[in-house]
């Protein structure tokens, strides 16, 4: 069964500043990882994904994600937090079979002016 | 540009009545899917289809069914509602019977359930 763990259920950042939010993954077969996004009252909009190959991944609204298979991370960054960028944010992985994804708990960032 | 549509957007249910939680999507997606959301625990896979006439369960499917008679429809039915099913529910499909594996997972906006 794969899994992930997101650390940080609320991160906050002022406007301008380095954007970190983790992500560790658990999967028995080479995972595809994901990160979405969701505002309030919407559904769930991809960000980013890994699949093979470049392990540095570049999403939409300038979000990027390491995959780092030795520390069995994908950790998303931004450099400079937006006020726009203040929604609830969640890691997924697909593993075994491909056909189940599986979501973190997410976390909530906050952009303080 | 329809995409996934979910209705109702919001249901109150008493304890015992049952419902159906219907979506649809206009895509011509193979793959589709239930979630619900809960505060603390993100979404949780309820069941999923890869292909009309197929499902599977995931990870929370017990009080839940579903059906794939069509390729754009799998709606969710709760057959005897209980409080514990208080929750928002997501719709998501994908083109690929192989979830999300090379074209991402797209949600509807979600049914917000009440069971009092």
């Known amino acids: 069964a794969q899994s992930v763990t997101q650390l940080g259920s609320h991160v906050s950042v002022s406007e301008g500043a380095l954007v970190l939010l983790r992500c560790n993954y658990s999967?028995?077969?080479?995972?595809?990882l994901f990160w979405y996004v969701q505002y309030p009252n919407q559904g769930l909009q991809l960000l980013l994904k890994?699949?093979?190959?470049?392990?540095l991944v570049k999403g939409i609204n300038g979000f990027e994600a390491e995959f780092k298979k030795s520390e069995t991370s994908f950790h998303l960054t931004k450099p400079s937090a937006h006020m726009s960028d203040a929604a609830e944010y969640f890691c997924?992985?697909?593993?075994?079979?491909?056909?189940?994804?599986?979501f973190g708990t997410g976390t909530k960032l906050q952009v303080i002016p | 540009n329809a995409g996934v549509t979910q209705t109702p957007k919001f249901q109150v249910l008493k304890t015992g009545q049952s419902m159906t939680l219907q979506c649809a999507q206009d895509?011509?997606?193979?793959?589709m899917s239930w979630y619900r959301q809960d505060p603390g625990m993100g979404l949780r896979l309820i069941h999923y289809?890869?292909?009309?006439?197929?499902?599977d369960q995931g990870e929370v499917p017990n009080g839940y069914n579903v059906s794939r008679s069509t390729t754009e429809d799998f709606p969710l039915r709760l057959l005897s509602a209980a409080p514990s099913q208080t929750s928002v529910y997501f719709c998501?499909?994908?083109?690929?019977?192989?979830?999300?594996?090379?074209?991402?997972?797209?949600f509807g906006n979600g049914t917000r359930l009440t069971v009092t």
């Open positions: 998501a499909s994908s083109y690929s019977r192989r979830a999300a594996y090379n074209s991402p997972l797209h």
């Open positions: 999967s028995s077969v080479p995972p595809y």
């Open positions: 890994y699949t093979t190959g470049a392990t």
């Open positions: 997924a992985v697909t593993g075994s079979g491909y056909q189940k994804v599986t």
């Open positions: 895509m011509n997606h193979e793959y």
């Open positions: 289809s890869v292909g009309a006439g197929i499902t």
